[in-house]
């Protein structure tokens, strides 16, 4: 093993610090690694390798027959989000029927996950609950092919039997895009009588905190990470990043995640994933409704990471070498806290919290070349709540730093 190529869709800062880590080790094993990546900016801080930037419309074929050329012996897929996973799949046929083994879900299945009608099946056959719902087709709300009058009715009977209020999720989207709510019949009528492109998954809204987990790993061997708390689930779609992100401990919902881990291993097992799979869910209070499997690293990975001392991109590698990847539940080591600053965050401000605080990453939140302001991680250990809660205090009161909302958070997530 001489070459590692690493296929990446967005800004590689999102990795940060544990691709650079992964790169690291590879390095002083001899191997070689370069980046080929579609979006973004990377300099050596970024990723202490070979960097080829590629138009963000390369093939999956061309991008194959760019790894290819590199010279690669193996390739790993760290791209997000879904539409840039499937090329990743497709990339791989190509790579494997070459002889160049890729840590990425094989193709088959990752057009199950990321359609969200296919996987609502599969997490329903495999024991797990979901939210109750339907498909509503675009080609026959359009008139497009067969002609089916009772088409728009038949999705309102099934409105009536969920009941409302309702979410309208695009079956190919991700990271929250085009989410309409429907709260009640009216807002259906108006749905269907302008309706969207796309086919979309119609289910019921589910009340609770939104939470994700990644498992890595291969058929015979797949670690669960801890589970990551990323906001409040409703009837109205929220960005992703607005709300404070943490992984730390939850004892009572800890213990009802054991079952759920179980169920989606097995389910991982049975489609044969081979890399990282993301898994959002809500959490109501007493139990888990699962809502979409992502074929693909997350966007709560750094705080996976971060909460359990392990590294998801040392695991990948460790794939792409042939190693055996560790089994069962990686164990949380302490809290680990996201949060975004949409206004950034003043030098002077982020040099003290790198000198008083366990920073993990500080960096620009670009999504779809749009700068979100400045994200930053950091941990603690279980102990140090109320003595991180004071240092915040006293940060806002001589800067003004963090805002007394973003404070008011903190201060709760970490009160006795």
């Known amino acids: 093993m001489r070459k590692i190529a690493f296929l990446r869709s967005v800004d590689i800062q999102r990795a940060d610090p544990y691709i650079q880590r992964a790169v690291a080790a590879l390095t002083a094993g001899g191997i ?60 791989k046929a190509y790579l494997e029927a070459r002889g160049i083994p890729t840590v990425m ?12 009608w296919e996987t609502k099946q ?14 509503a087709d675009s080609d026959l709300l359009a008139g497009r092919g067969l002609p089916v009058p009772g088409y728009r009715d038949a999705l309102r009977v099934q409105a009536e039997q969920v009941g409302y209020p309702l979410l309208s999720k695009p079956v190919w989207d991700s990271t929250s895009f085009g989410i309409r709510p429907l709260a009640s019949s009216t807002d259906l009528d108006g749905y269907l009588a302008d309706p969207p492109e796309v086919s979309a998954v119609v289910e019921e809204v589910v009340h609770g905190d939104l939470c994700s987990v990644d498992i890595v790993g291969r058929p015979g061997a797949y670690r669960v990470l801890p589970v990551c708390w990323t906001g409040r689930a409703g009837a109205e779609p929220v960005f ?3 709300d404070l992100r943490w992984c730390g ?10 079952d759920v881990a179980r169920k989606l291993v097995l389910l ?22 699962v809502l979409e499997i992502n074929p693909r690293i997350g966007g709560a990975t750094t705080l996976s990471c971060a909460a359990s001392g392990t590294n998801t991109f040392i695991t990948l590698t ?20 996201e949060f975004l600053v949409p206004e950034g965050i003043p030098e002077p401000v982020a040099a003290e919290l790198r000198e008083r605080l366990d920073v993990v990453t500080a960096h620009e939140l670009v999504i779809d070349g749009t700068s979100h302001g400045d994200i930053v991680v950091f941990r603690l250990s279980e102990g140090d709540e109320a ?28 009160a006795p």
């Open 268 to 289: 991982c097992e049975r489609l044969g994933v081979c890399g990282s799979v993301n898994v959002d869910m809500i959490y109501t209070g007493d139990r888990f409704v």
């Open 32 to 91: 070689e690694a370069a980046l080929f990546h579609t979006h973004g900016q990377a300099g050596d801080q970024d990723f202490p390798g070979e960097r080829i930037r590629l138009d963000e419309g390369v093939t999956p074929r061309e991008l194959a027959d760019r790894v290819v050329r590199w010279g690669a012996d193996a390739a790993v897929s760290i791209s997000l989000p879904c539409e840039n996973a499937l090329r990743d799949a497709a990339a």
């Open 387 to 414: 003595q991180t809660a004071k240092l915040f205090q006293e940060l806002h009161g001589t800067t003004g730093f963090p805002s007394e909302g973003l404070l008011g958070k903190i201060c709760s997530l970490l």
């Open 318 to 337: 460790d794939m792409a070498r042939g190693l055996a990847p560790a089994g069962g539940p990686a164990s949380r080591t302490g809290w680990a806290i």
């Open 105 to 116: 879900t094989p193709l088959a299945a990752t057009l199950r996950l990321i359609d969200k």
């Open 249 to 258: 401990p939850r004892p009572e919902a800890d213990t009802r995640f054991h």
């Open 240 to 242: 992703t990043f607005e």
């Open 122 to 135: 599969l997490l329903k056959d495999a024991g797990l609950e979901v939210p109750r719902g339907f498909r």
